[in-house]
């Protein structure tokens, strides 16, 4: 069974940091595009950043670039983010997803609150 | 960044009745190599995302005959044929043509 399983998140202070991680299990890991989507309560999806197979090509929306690293174990089958400088506005629920264009396998997401 | 704008943003619906959600692109979402990443993707209450729809109209695994989606360049629309209970949940339509990926609003969709 093809699973993705996010952890990781928690309550931090502003100007915090947090590193979520994704487990993989039930595909090839290391042949798939990873990507992070999150969605603040009650809100929409956002695209948040996404690793290309060998982790080579990172790509990151504006509003996280220079805070947020996406990083990827292909011999652990992991996927990371390391989010630093949180604000507010980063509070949402963060959701691993497999692939690149097509999210095909979405994992059950892990919270973050940022708040002091 | 392509903004994409979904209409409606609630659809009170019959069961066994048809709905139709419309999701506009403030660009063409034609790549370069030719094919269109526009998908579609349902969210049932308290769970995840699913994908339903990849590529304009490709159904993905699992899925059932009564979703469809069509449309190109700029217009597209995910049609349900008949409205079953579990249909209940939030529609996004999101691109991948074009970084940053985006999504539209969300759909909400409901039984009358």
């Known amino acids: 069974e093809v699973q993705l399983v996010a952890s990781g998140g928690g309550l931090v202070q502003p100007g915090g940091s947090l590193r979520l991680s994704c487990a993989a299990s039930?595909?090839?890991?290391?042949?798939?595009?990873m990507t992070w989507v999150r969605q603040a309560p009650g809100k929409g999806l956002e695209w948040v950043a996404n690793?290309?197979?060998?982790?080579?090509?990172?790509y990151y929306v504006d509003s996280v670039k220079g805070r947020f690293i996406i990083s990827r174990d292909n011999a652990k089958k992991s996927l990371y983010l390391q989010m630093d400088s949180l604000r507010a506005e980063d509070t949402a629920v963060y959701y691993c997803?497999?692939?690149?264009?097509?999210?095909?396998?979405w994992g059950q997401g892990t919270k973050v609150t940022v708040s002091s | 960044d392509i903004v994409m704008t979904q209409t409606p943003l609630s659809s009170p619906v019959t069961l066994g009745q048809p709905a139709s959600i419309s999701c506009r692109s403030s660009?063409?979402?034609?790549?370069?190599?030719?094919?269109?990443?526009l998908s579609w993707l349902q969210q049932r209450p308290g769970q995840p995302p699913r994908l339903l729809i990849y590529?304009?109209?490709n159904r993905f695994s699992g899925v059932p005959d009564r979703f469809n989606g069509s449309g190109a360049g700029t217009d597209f629309t995910l049609k349900i044929s008949r409205v079953e209970g579990e249909d209940v949940g939030v529609y996004y339509c999101?691109?991948?043509?074009?970084?940053?990926?985006?999504f539209g609003q969300g759909t909400k969709l409901e039984i009358k």
């Open positions: 997803a497999r692939s690149r264009a097509s999210l095909i396998t």
């Open positions: 039930g595909f090839t890991f290391g042949s798939y595009w």
């Open positions: 690793i290309k197979e060998d982790g080579s090509e990172k």
């Open positions: 660009q063409s979402l034609v790549h370069s190599d030719g094919n269109t990443y």
């Open positions: 590529q304009i109209s």
């Open positions: 999101m691109q991948a043509t074009q970084l940053p990926y985006t």
